[in-house]
Every structure is written in structure tokens, then in C-alpha cells.
């Protein structure tokens, strides 16, 4: 098996990057088969730069990215191409069907990955030598031939499904949403009178209700500053973080801990009823806490939501938020 690499043109020079050569990059390796990228360079960019022409039919496989932490995309170049130095064009012998190898390496991702992977790689590559060491199983070349033939229907079918299912919960997604504004924004009796809400995205209201700046019902505060210094101290107490805080959940295991005093305890403490918005991240995102510890607090990436009496109910403003 033979291994062609890639490369990038330069980016400055913008005549390279105005052709009709596909340029495959990580972000294109989405299809089984590889047509068309959302980069072309020109003819020029090849004799230029360390990027080559691969011929079609070659296999096209990520080797350095994020993505390796739990797939492998893989590809067949369906016409020539030329690559990023992110991926490998593997050319196999002609005893080695190239759209069998790829359904063989697509089919056993897990254990390959364990086998390929680069060890003490500051970013997630796969080493080329172990991918050439690799055995596989060697068939006649027709029946390599006939179970890609099989696996193409088959999988096909599956795609369609998965296409189908994917579009009933967009929908479904898209209905929540919709019953949701309607609830939070006109109520649940439809025949009841309505006003100018006075605000232009909320539109009309029912006419008993009122609206009100959110300060005015809520106390609104940031988190601690998260410190390196204050993780030892006399007063380590659990916090939450960001990614602690998901849609209508909050997580409570492995909380990491920080030093809060007295003064912090009282300011940064959580009670049941607290609305908490993540400030980055998912923007937004948003979790009732419920009392899930006896004591815990959150840091400065999360905004702590309290109402100033009884009379507010902060699982209302969760659906308006949401």
C-alpha cells in the first residue's frame, strides 16, 4: 500500500485558490464518496505548494484532528483530488478493492483506533506505520467487489431512514418551540382579550397581564472568579461550573471544589428555586436548581437568577428562556 500525502497553498495568494481542483480538507469529509469540496485551487497551487493530485478512486482518510478522538472519516476520491496535510490518500494494491478497504476501515473504527493512534501527540494523529502494518482480511477481488455492491444498497437504505427520523424531530423540535412562545406569550385560554404588549418581538399579550424589566423580579448575579489559588484552602466547598449547568439539568457529580469563605458563602450559595444561564458556551443554557446538594455554590461563567418573593415562579422563566 502506498501513502500520498497534501498540503496548503499559500493562503495570501489568492490566484491558487480560484480554480476547479478539489482540495479536501477534514470539513469535506462528510460523503462516502468525495465529488466536490468547498475549496478549489488551480493547477498553479499544485505545482507550488506540497499538496499533489491524488487519481480517483484512492482512499481518503483524516490522520490528524479532533474528530480522531472517536472516528476515522473515510473517504473515496470520486474524481482527482488534491488534499490538506490533515489527511492521506491511501493507494492500495490491486489485490485490495478500494471500496472494500474503506467499509473495512469505516466497519472496525473502534479497535483501529486504538491500534493507529499516535502516542504523546499534541494534537490526535494516526501513525502511518502502524495503518501500513495493519492485516486485514484478503478475499478474491470479486467478492471484495460484491460485498461493497451489498453494503452500498444497504446502507443506503439506512440513510434514508436516518434522513426521515432526523427531519420528524426537527419538526418535532420546531412544534415544541412553537407551544412553548404560545403558552409563555398569549396564555392557555385562546378566546381571552389581548393587548400591545408594548414590546416590538413580543407582540400581544392577554390583557390582564403586565410586563415588567427583569430586574425588577429578579436578582441577578455572576458566579466567583475562578482562581487557581483559592482550589486549597480552609473552606473547600463544591461549584458549579459551565458545563455543569445543561438544558433542564444540572450535574452534580465530580464537582470540582474552591475556597468560599463566609462573606462567599452568603453571596455565591445556592437555593432551591435559583434559575441558572450559562453566560458562554451555549449561550443561554438554562437549569433550575433544586436543591440536588445540601450546600453548593457556581462560578463567574454562570448567572444566578433569584426572585425577590414567592410570588414568582422561576420554572415560568425557564420556558420563557427556553
Wanted: a negative charge.
Amino acid at each position: 500500500m502506498k501513502f500520498q500525502g497534501g498540503g496548503t497553498p499559500a493562503k495570501e495568494s489568492l490566484e491558487y485558490w480560484s480554480g476547479n481542483i478539489p482540495w479536501v480538507s477534514p470539513k469535506d469529509m462528510k460523503e462516502r464518496t468525495i465529488y466536490d469540496t468547498i475549496d478549489k485551487i488551480t493547477a498553479e497551487a499544485v505545482t507550488q505548494s506540497a499538496t499533489r493530485l491524488v487519481d480517483r478512486g484512492a482512499v481518503l482518510l483524516v490522520v490528524r484532528s479532533g474528530i480522531l478522538n472517536h472516528s476515522i472519516p473515510v473517504a473515496i476520491a470520486g474524481r482527482q483530488v488534491t488534499l490538506n496535510q490533515d489527511l492521506k490518500a491511501l493507494i492500495p494494491r490491486r489485490e485490495i478493492s478500494s471500496e472494500y478497504l474503506s467499509y473495512f476501515i469505516d466497519g472496525m473504527q473502534g479497535p483501529l483506533l486504538v491500534e493507529w493512534r499516535k502516542e504523546g501527540a499534541t494534537v490526535e494523529s494516526l501513525e502511518l506505520e502502524l495503518i501500513a502494518n495493519t492485516r486485514v482480511p484478503i478475499l478474491p477481488v470479486e467478492e471484495q467487489r460484491a460485498i461493497a455492491v451489498f453494503l452500498d444498497r444497504e446502507t443506503a437504505k439506512i440513510d434514508a431512514l436516518v434522513a426521515k427520523k432526523e427531519l420528524v424531530i426537527e419538526l418535532l423540535h420546531e412544534k415544541r418551540s412553537a407551544l412553548i412562545t404560545q403558552a409563555v406569550t398569549k396564555g392557555l385560554d385562546p378566546n381571552i382579550p389581548m393587548k400591545d404588549s408594548g414590546v416590538e418581538w413580543l407582540g400581544e399579550i392577554p390583557i390582564h397581564w403586565t410586563v415588567a424589566p427583569l430586574y425588577s423580579r429578579y436578582e441577578v448575579a455572576l458566579g466567583k472568579m475562578l482562581d487557581a489559588s483559592r482550589i486549597s484552602g480552609e473552606h473547600l466547598r463544591p461549584y458549579l461550573r459551565n458545563v455543569d449547568v445543561q438544558w433542564d439539568r444540572i450535574n452534580v457529580d465530580g464537582l470540582p471544589e474552591m475556597d468560599f469563605d463566609t462573606a462567599d458563602r452568603i453571596r455565591y450559595g445556592l437555593s432551591a428555586g435559583d434559575l441558572l444561564v450559562c453566560e458562554g458556551g451555549d449561550v443561554g443554557r438554562t437549569a433550575v436548581w433544586n436543591g440536588e446538594l445540601e450546600e453548593c455554590y457556581y462560578q463567574k461563567a454562570v448567572h444566578r437568577l433569584r426572585p425577590y418573593s414567592g410570588s414568582e415562579i422561576p420554572r415560568f422563566l425557564y420556558y420563557v428562556r427556553a
